[in-house]
């Protein structure tokens, strides 16, 4: 269930999709000879190319030796899960449809159809964008940042609930960190029976933590200068699951 609270400043499609890839730690694999997942068995080239090391004697090897070359044969899909404890915690998924080729002693798979699955609906990723496309700058620190927010710093969770529509705060029991990138911060507004996500965009793009640590100070400056706050105090509860 979504809000009315508009996202503005969102990552492209794109850039969503490798950072997804830089930070996936497992990879399924549906092919001609089933389905597998892989675990820390993965890396990407600068210009999109999954790399897999599968053991030898892998269905997989044998389904990307005997596939005609360039025609789409497998189809890997990974998840974006949210570090901090949230209902319904996976925040989008990818599946890139193409093929492998056997190179180095591992499986490079080229994409021909790159598909996001996001809380707002799916998207097909042009595949240019694709390949020239970067992950998030933060991204590799989002999960300490994130954790961190939520484990020590839960007054400003609060404080920053100020800045929400009280409409979207309608019902909360419970606000929580949910993504951050160098456009901005998403809360997760949890209710008795239902959820939804609010963007506060960041005034600038943060490049690196040291500009994120600024833009969150700004955002919480301009919490506590709000004139309107929540309707109610939340009332702490436990995540009932990862969703």
Same mark, same amino acid.
């Given at each position: 269930?979504?809000?009315?609270?508009?996202?503005?400043?969102?990552?492209?499609?794109?850039?969503?999709?490798?950072?997804?890839?830089?930070?996936?730690?497992?990879?399924?694999?549906?092919?001609?000879?089933?389905?597998?997942?892989?675990?820390?068995?993965?890396?990407?080239?600068?210009?999109?190319?999954?790399?897999?090391?599968?053991?030898?004697?892998?269905?997989?090897?044998?389904?990307?030796?005997?596939?005609?070359?360039?025609?789409?044969?497998?189809?890997?899909?990974?998840?974006?899960?949210?570090?901090?404890?949230?209902?319904?915690?996976?925040?989008?998924?990818?599946?890139?449809?193409?093929?492998?080729?056997?190179?180095?002693?591992?499986?490079?798979?080229?994409?021909?159809?790159?598909?996001?699955?996001?809380?707002?609906?799916?998207?097909?990723?042009?595949?240019?964008?694709?390949?020239?496309?970067?992950?998030?700058?933060?991204?590799?620190?989002?999960?300490?940042?994130?954790?961190?927010?939520?484990?020590?710093?839960?007054?400003?969770?609060?404080? *920053? +609930?100020?800045?929400? =529509?009280?409409?979207?705060? !309608? $019902?909360? #029991? @419970?606000?929580?960190?949910?993504?951050?990138?160098?456009?901005? *911060? +998403?809360?997760?507004? =949890?209710?008795?029976?239902? !959820? $939804?996500? #609010? @963007?506060?965009?960041?005034?600038?793009?943060?490049?690196?933590?040291?500009?994120?640590?600024?833009?969150?100070?700004?955002?919480? $400056?301009?919490?506590?200068?709000?004139?309107?706050?929540?309707?109610?105090?939340?009332?702490?509860?436990?995540?009932?699951?990862?969703?």
């Amino acid at each position: 269930m979504g809000d009315s609270q508009s996202w503005t400043a969102t990552p492209a499609a794109a850039e969503q999709a490798r950072s997804m890839l830089a930070t996936a730690w497992s990879c399924a694999v549906t092919a001609e000879g089933g389905r597998e997942e892989f675990v820390g068995t993965h890396s990407v080239t600068d210009d999109g190319r999954v790399l897999l090391q599968v053991p030898e004697d892998s269905a997989l090897v044998t389904a990307a030796i005997c596939a005609p070359r360039g025609e789409p044969s497998a189809v890997l899909e990974f998840a974006d899960v949210a570090p901090v404890p949230v209902r319904n915690r996976i925040r989008a998924r990818l599946w890139l449809a193409g093929w492998f080729a056997a190179q180095e002693g591992q499986l490079a798979f080229q994409a021909t159809r790159v598909v996001l699955r996001r809380p707002s609906g799916a998207v097909v990723v042009d595949l240019d964008e694709f390949a020239a496309a970067r992950p998030d700058p933060l991204v590799t620190a989002e999960a300490r940042l994130l954790t961190h927010l939520a484990d020590c710093h839960p007054d400003a969770v609060e404080r *920053l +609930t100020r800045l929400v =529509e009280p409409d979207s705060l !309608h $019902g909360a #029991v @419970r606000v929580q960190p949910l993504a951050v990138d160098r456009h901005g *911060l +998403t809360l997760r507004i =949890e209710r008795a029976r239902a !959820h $939804g996500d #609010v @963007r506060l965009p960041f005034h600038r793009p943060a490049d690196d933590v040291a500009q994120l640590t600024e833009r969150m100070h700004v955002l919480l $400056g301009q919490a506590s200068a709000a004139s309107c706050p929540r309707p109610r105090p939340l009332q702490r509860q436990r995540a009932d699951g990862d969703g």
